[in-house]
């Protein structure tokens, strides 16, 4: 298995530009998460689907945040306007349905607003 | 609102020593504990994973323990090591709050030479 899949590993784009961040989890996982993670805030989870319905987005920031499970192997998650605020490294993660295990995240990816 | 703290938030010591990290909750009413391990620019690797009913788990050089009552886990690193160096942070699933983990603020190690 090629565990969870991010991409792009880097996104480099201007302030009100609109940004995509794509994640595929593991096959066979019910729950996918999106968090973010910066120096100030740490580790914050900000919407989780169970198969591919939100369960939870009370931790997404603000309306220009919107995320989209259309089937069991993909996930987005879209910033629209972007703001230099929304730098920060955003993981996706995946886990079967007992809670926590076999809790698996991707390699993040590493978002810069200028 | 669960709210998970660890220290200390920084912590350097000499290759071969043993080490304890530790980690505090709010809300007792977990369903199990992960400690994770994250290296710099890379994502969280799972290392141990308690559950309530559980008091401690054990991975190679690795003991974790947990006190549901007192809210309080330590990762018990022995013999460490320059590899052992990166961010550890703990987890909790609270008790109603589905499958969602709340994570400690890290605690960043460093194991020199």
């Known amino acids: 298995d090629a565990g969870v899949i991010q991409s792009p590993r880097h996104e480099v784009t201007e302030m009100g530009q609109e940004v995509t961040l794509r994640c595929k989890p593991i096959?066979?996982?019910?729950?996918l998460f999106w968090y973010r993670q910066t120096m100030m805030r740490g580790l914050e989870l900000l919407i989780y689907?169970?198969?591919?319905?939100?369960?939870?987005d009370s931790g997404m920031p603000e309306d220009r945040f919107s995320a989209k499970m259309p089937n069991a192997s993909f996930s987005t998650l879209k910033i629209q306007p972007s703001e230099p605020r929304d730098s920060a490294v955003y993981f996706c993660?995946?886990?079967?349905?007992?809670?926590?295990?076999?809790?698996?995240f991707g390699s993040g990816t590493r978002l810069t607003v200028v | 609102k669960q709210e998970v703290t660890q220290i200390p938030a920084a912590l350097s010591v000499p290759e071969g020593e043993n080490l304890v990290l530790n980690c505090s909750f709010t809300d007792s009413a977990i369903y199990n504990l992960q400690w994770f391990r994250q290296d710099p620019g890379k994502g969280l690797t799972s290392l141990l994973l308690i559950q309530s009913s559980q008091r401690e788990q054990t991975s190679g050089r690795l003991n974790a323990s947990l006190d549901k009552s007192s809210g309080r886990s330590t990762l018990y690193i022995a013999a460490s090591q320059p590899g052992d160096s990166a961010t550890y942070l703990c987890?909790?699933?609270?008790?109603?709050?589905?499958?969602?983990?709340?994570f400690g603020t890290g605690t960043q190690l460093k194991v020199e030479l």
């Open positions: 987890a909790v699933v609270t008790g109603g709050g589905g499958n969602k983990l709340t």
């Open positions: 689907f169970n198969n591919n319905v939100p369960i939870d």
């Open positions: 993660a995946s886990s079967r349905a007992a809670s926590g295990e076999g809790y698996t």
């Open positions: 096959s066979g996982h019910d729950y």
